[in-house]
């Protein structure tokens, strides 16, 4: 994370990052502008500028977050972790190790603002009608009104109202996994009921089509066979399976959520690294990254 010294001196980085992050949930439409005089629970955000290396190259990243510990609605939401056990998270090794399958992970960027928009979550039963508006962090109105639609933008006058749950909201990592979780079992995965965020993929041997289906042969025997398998730990992803199988995966992935930052072989995914013979037989994980 950048100090202040570091934000000074880098100026002109940082008030390009804060925009792009601004556009980032302005695409997504994760806001709109909204009287004040007729918000109902206003809350401030701040900024998280951070050093990231990308492609070898160190650049800042910024991130708005909203300070959701000021939501008035917080009591009423559910606490919710979509994460991954541990057993979980070593069981995809040793499955990738055993049907030789080559180990990969997963990030969707901007997860949370990719989950379900407060208006969708309200037609869901039991789901709370969320009503909830934030203020641009102090200096970063004159950013805002670079955006299309936020010249006029009147900060004492109006506050941004969010349409769907951004970073520092308790509700965002549930809402996000709803939307996953349902792209995953449109696919053919299915959740372990003893872990329910480790899933896996089915499909009988020799054939494509699940029993049952019309192109399925009356008396065909179905086997079903293990093709995938793959954990999450919120927006991050783990997993092995048979090419076919993980295409289709990624490619249904990069279609809702847009491109994913994909590793493959040797990786970090949270907080472990995991390093792959070239046959994918062996699997070797360790924090040795940490001693430094």
Same mark, same amino acid.
């Given at each position: #994370?950048? /100090? *202040?010294?570091? =934000? &000074? ?5 940082? +008030? ?7 556009? @980032? ?65 070593? #069981?995809? /090794? *040793?499955?990738? =190790? &055993? ?5 990969? +992970? ?7 603002? @990719? ?178």
């Amino acid at each position: #994370i950048l /100090n *202040s010294d570091e =934000a &000074q001196k880098n100026e002109k980085a940082c +008030t390009q990052a804060m925009y792009d992050e601004i556009m @980032r949930w302005h695409t997504l439409g994760a806001f709109k502008r909204m009287p004040r005089k007729i918000a109902t629970n206003v809350i401030d955000a701040r900024w998280v500028l951070k050093w990231k290396l990308v492609e070898g190259k160190r650049i800042i990243q910024a991130r708005l977050v909203v300070r959701g510990f000021k939501d008035l609605q917080a009591a009423q939401l559910s606490t919710f972790a979509g994460t991954t056990s541990r057993w979980g998270q070593r #069981i995809v /090794n *040793s499955v990738a =190790a &055993q049907g030789g399958w080559q180990l990969f +992970t997963a990030d969707v960027s901007q997860a949370f603002l @990719r989950g379900l928009t407060f208006k969708e979550a309200a037609q869901i039963k039991a789901e709370v009608h969320r009503s909830i508006q934030f203020t641009m962090p102090p200096g970063s109105v004159p950013i805002l009104q670079r955006v299309p639609g936020y010249g006029d933008f009147n900060a004492i006058s109006e506050v941004l109202e969010m349409l769907r749950c951004g970073f520092g909201l308790k509700d965002a990592p549930r809402l996000w996994n709803k939307v996953l979780r349902a792209l995953l079992m449109d696919l053919g995965m299915r959740p372990l009921q003893s872990d329910e965020q480790l899933f896996v993929w089915h499909e009988p041997t020799g054939s494509s089509n699940a029993p049952g289906s019309k192109e399925a042969s009356d008396n065909e025997v179905f086997a079903p066979t293990l093709r995938m398998i793959l954990s999450t730990h919120v927006d991050d992803m783990k997993g092995a399976g048979q090419p076919e199988y993980k295409k289709r995966l990624l490619h249904a992935l990069e279609k809702k959520f847009g491109q994913l930052k994909l590793k493959e072989a040797n990786f970090e995914c949270v907080g472990v690294m995991h390093e792959s013979s070239a046959d994918g037989s062996n699997v070797w994980t360790h924090q040795q990254h940490y001693v430094g």
